[in-house]
């Protein structure tokens, strides 16, 4: 049965960070969780577990683990041991733990930008240098697209800044774009060659429209897979990202050590109800409404991409392949000055919609917003034609 992604759920008597920051009246679409019920077999199980009623410490079972390293089999043909993977209460802490497992103060990590915010912070969380390789941006009509400049990036890796660790975020967030095998083989070439490890943020990696692949960058030889930190969850892809679960697959069993050393100093435990929603939602129970969800929200994709063209003129927006962010580059409309101030300021005021801001994604975001189509269409179409409204 084809499941109905176009019923609203009222969200706004819950602890919701999305719906209750704003007042009443704002349509939030900002924070990345999507307006959407979890799956039914995720909904059963936590049932279940609420009804047996103990929520006393757990450890990831041993079948949790197996069905991370299962999953990466079904759909990549990697063959991840259970033993390689290393449950972490979210991506955040298990971005920040890779930074602190590898690097020492005074080095650095390396990022390409615009980017997912939390990554500006690693360095100061851990007292490092940060190096930031922008993209590098290029528009046809109202669309943009983004493509790594190797020269920054060489810049980044550099011996002389010291860089340890490399913060890959693919597909990446705000642009929605999925780095390519020939791309991602570039990157993994140059750090090898400058001795950095990868720590590959993967948590929207099966979140993909139309046809588009993702390639985990540790299948690409076992050599990658021996200097990289791979992060999934279920998070995303499932709407769960309230119970705290994810996932490091680290191949190299020193590396691995020193990371668990890391995620126990930390003391980063999981909680039980996040492992229990886990474990259903990567069993492949799940795989029949997410691809409804994939449909959903490329249509989703599609109607704002067509919006913007037709009624958002000076607007241009990426045409996402994954994630259901969108990311709208403003910047003709404030140079024009029609949008006054920081553009998702304006759009809270003018528009009573909540997007995020594209400075807060360092060098690059400037004069963009985020906007979250994770929700049912009729939410997409109101915050858009207040978009439109607040423009003429
Ligand atoms: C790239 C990326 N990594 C990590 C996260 C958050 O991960 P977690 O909630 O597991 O800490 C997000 C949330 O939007 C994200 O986009």
């Given at each position: 049965m084809k499941t109905n992604f176009d019923t609203t759920v009222?969200?706004?008597?819950?602890?919701?960070i999305k719906w209750n920051r704003y007042p009443q009246d704002v349509l939030p679409m900002w924070v990345?969780?999507?307006d959407f019920q979890a799956p039914p077999p995720v909904r059963e199980a936590l049932r279940k577990a609420v009804e047996h009623g103990v929520f006393g410490y757990e450890m990831p079972s041993a079948g949790l683990l197996a069905a991370v390293a299962a999953r990466m089999d079904r759909l990549y043909g990697w063959k991840v041991e259970p033993e390689m993977v290393v449950a972490v209460p979210g991506l955040v802490s298990g971005f920040n733990a890779a930074a602190w497992t590898v690097c020492r103060p005074g080095e650095g990590i390396m990022m390409q930008t615009?980017?997912?915010?939390?990554f500006l912070k690693v360095h100061e969380n851990a007292g490092l240098a940060r190096q930031t390789a922008q993209l590098a941006r290029q528009a046809q009509g109202s669309a943009i697209r983004y493509r790594v400049d190797w020269e920054a990036f060489k810049t980044a890796a550099r011996p002389e800044v010291q860089t340890r660790l490399f913060l890959l975020c693919n597909p990446h967030n705000p642009t929605g774009q999925v780095y390519s095998r020939d791309d991602l083989s570039r990157m993994a070439e140059i750090c090898e060659k400058n001795d950095i490890v990868i720590c590959s943020?993967?948590?929207?990696?099966?979140?993909?429209?139309?046809g588009a692949k993702h390639v985990p960058?540790?299948?690409?030889s076992p050599e990658t897979a021996a200097r990289t930190i791979t992060l999934v969850a279920p998070s995303k892809t499932f709407n769960v990202a309230g119970l705290s679960c994810g996932f490091a697959i680290i191949p190299d069993p020193d590396l691995r050590e020193r990371y668990k050393k890391t995620v126990e100093r930390l003391t980063m435990h999981v909680s039980s109800l996040g492992q229990v929603s886990a474990q259903t939602a990567l069993s492949g129970a799940c795989d029949g409404w997410l691809a409804d969800l994939r449909g959903y929200l490329t249509a989703n994709r599609d109607f704002l991409v067509e919006f913007v063209r037709q009624h958002l003129p000076g607007i241009r927006t990426t045409v996402p392949e994954a994630t259901y962010l969108a990311w709208l580059d403003c910047s003709r409309l404030v140079e024009a000055g029609?949008?006054?101030?920081p553009p998702a300021k304006f759009f809270l005021e003018k528009a009573g919609v909540a997007l995020n801001e594209g400075a807060d994604f360092g060098p690059g975001g400037e004069n963009f917003v985020r906007l979250n189509f994770g929700c049912p269409r009729s939410l997409l179409e109101e915050g858009l034609e207040r978009m439109r409204g607040a423009l003429n």
């Open positions: 009222d969200r706004r008597n819950s602890n919701s990345a969780d999507m615009p980017v997912y915010f939390p943020d993967e948590i929207h990696s099966e979140l993909l429209l139309d960058i540790a299948t690409l029609k949008i006054e101030g």
